[in-house]
Nanobody
Framework: QVQLVESGGGLVQAVGSLRLSCAAR????????MCWYRQAPGKQRELVVI???????CYADSVKGRFTISRDSAKNTVYLQMNNLKPEDTAVYYC?????????????WGQGTQVTVSS
């Protein structure tokens, strides 16, 4: 079993910055994909960034050049640095981890952290 613990959300003014963290605890496999999703009020959850362990990182067009995902493998933690924030970035941000082993796929979600950007 895996738990994802998120932190770092909050209230920030437009053009400000925040860094979200997602710490993974439990039985972790090296073959994994980490993602950040977000869900704004009244909207569907959308993918912000995907970072496979053996592939290329891909960002949503809406955050390219402003958001950066990084991974600290020693701490089993993934970060999302968000710069030049805009009011439309306001959402609950979720960390997601997919693990593959023995032909099986395992999916895990964090509890979500609120990001509010004021104009």
């Amino acid at each position: 079993q895996v738990q994802l613990v998120e932190s770092g959300g909050g209230l920030v003014q437009a053009v400000g910055s925040l860094r979200l963290s997602c710490a993974a605890r439990g039985i972790l496999f090296s073959a994994n994909t980490m993602c950040w999703y977000r869900q704004a009020p009244g909207k569907q959850r959308e993918l912000v960034v995907i970072m496979p362990s053996g592939g290329s990182t891909c960002y949503a067009d809406s955050v390219k050049g402003r958001f950066t995902i990084s991974r600290d493998s020693a701490k089993n933690t993934v970060y999302l640095q968000m710069n030049n924030l805009k009011p439309e970035d306001t959402a609950v941000y979720y960390c997601y981890r997919q693990q593959l082993r023995g032909g099986s796929q395992y999916d895990y979600w964090g509890q979500g952290t609120q990001v509010t950007v004021s104009s």
